[in-house]
């Protein structure tokens, strides 16, 4: 069954359903949010898009105007959406080097957003990746220490 089967519009889920939802990557998955409110200070924000692409309930981490990206979530894992503006190009480019063949494949390939930036969607399946998507918000916020 689908995330947006299990819970329709009318039926928010709460953030253990979320978790249990990722299976084995649940650990993955605690451990991140823990980051995100550590390092960012910032908690989840749980809404529901419509959107056709990627319909359901999804998490969203800001802090002040910094937007960390939005998390669908899939059996073990999550898909994200992650958007920076044009002035961090080249700081994207320089962690294609340190980053999996995967990610890296998906900053060269990033396209424009609205004209602001440029966006990605990927699957994070793996502890690799998320290291890969912590650098990248480090780019955007530096992390409290």
């Known amino acids: 069954m689908t995330w947006n089967e299990l819970f329709p519009k009318e039926n928010q889920p709460a953030m253990h359903d979320i978790a249990e939802y990722a299976g084995t990557f649940k650990p993955h998955w605690l451990n991140l949010i823990e980051y995100f409110e550590t390092a960012y200070k910032c908690k989840p924000k749980m809404t529901y898009s419509c959107c056709g692409m990627k319909p359901g309930w999804n998490l969203k981490f800001q802090k002040s105007n910094t937007n960390f990206g939005t998390w669908y979530p899939k ?13 961090f190009d080249d700081e994207m480019r320089m962690l294609i080097p340190v980053m999996t063949s995967k990610m890296a494949e998906h900053v060269q390939k990033a396209e424009d957003f609205m004209k602001n930036g440029r966006w990605i969607m990927f699957e994070a399946d793996n502890g ?8 990248m918000c480090a780019v955007k916020k530096v992390p409290a220490a």
């Open 75 to 87: 059996p073990e894992g999550f898909e994200a959406m992650f958007v920076w503006s044009y002035k």
């Open 128 to 135: 690799l990746i998320i290291e890969d998507y912590k650098r």
